[in-house]
């Protein structure tokens, strides 16, 4: 499961969001940013030591995909509405990127 | 020439109309809100530094949380130009359910899961919150 490849996509698309001009965004990106590190962190002790098994780490994976349309919607509702699309874009890739995890 | 200029105010002021089709909030939404947040984030806290980490022992803390989320389901059904922030609360709820029905089918979580519950509830928490915040 690339673990790592999901969330530096994840982690690429909010540091271009901490680079917006709105204030606002920015902190918003950058507390998303740090929220998405947190969450990767934990995810990848808990696999390392063994405490969290594949299941759930795939339905933790899958809350990534929603939780990136609540950051979009978010920040939509800011004014960003480029940034909702690109986060969109992301989420489908990802999405992508799950599927092919799950292949076998 | 006037006519002109006529229609460019009704189109600037068409325009203004629609960026202020948002659904209006006020402080005790965004209590209300963050009293969610908190209380999510306690039976998780509570859950790690205890012995007990039982399902049965956090059920009511599980139910009093599915009911702030649907209330705020309800309400966002009935306000106005909030179909996008239904969505968001739709989303949280589907993933909180699965959560709970995590916990309740394995019983007892370890520390980690725990933690991983715990940072994702917050992860759909924040965004929820600055939404309602930037209403205002």
């Given at each position: ?42 995810l990848l002790e808990g696999a390392a030591t063994g405490e969290l098994d594949t ?50 | ?8 105010v009704i189109v600037c002021l068409f325009s203004c109309s629609i960026l202020r ?110 939404t309602e915040k930037s209403l205002k």
């Amino acid at each position: 499961m690339n673990i790592k490849a999901i969330l530096s996509v994840i982690e690429q698309v909010f540091i271009n969001l901490f680079n917006s001009e709105k204030q606002k965004v920015s902190e918003a990106a950058l507390e998303y940013i740090e929220s998405a590190k947190e969450r990767a962190k934990v995810l990848l002790e808990g696999a390392a030591t063994g405490e969290l098994d594949t299941d759930f780490i795939k339905q933790k994976i899958l809350s990534e995909k929603d939780i990136l349309l609540i950051e979009g919607i978010a920040i939509a509702q800011m004014g960003e509405r480029d940034i909702e699309q690109t986060l969109s874009n992301v989420a489908s890739i990802i999405i992508g990127a799950i599927a092919a995890t799950q292949k076998p | 020439m006037k006519k002109l200029l006529f229609l460019s105010v009704i189109v600037c002021l068409f325009s203004c109309s629609i960026l202020r089709h948002t659904p209006e909030t006020n402080d005790d939404i965004i209590t209300y809100i963050e009293n969610g947040k908190a209380a999510t984030h306690d039976l998780y806290l509570r859950a790690i530094i205890s012995n007990d980490k039982r399902y049965d022992t956090y059920k009511s803390e599980y139910k009093s949380i599915e009911a702030v989320i649907d209330s705020m389901i309800t309400l966002n059904t009935n306000r106005k130009y909030s179909k996008k922030m239904l969505l968001q609360w739709q989303l949280f709820k589907n993933n909180f359910l699965l959560y709970e029905a995590d916990h309740q089918k394995r019983k007892i979580l370890n520390v980690a899961q725990l933690q991983a519950n715990d940072k994702y509830c917050l992860g759909f928490w924040n965004p929820i919150i600055n939404t309602e915040k930037s209403l205002k």
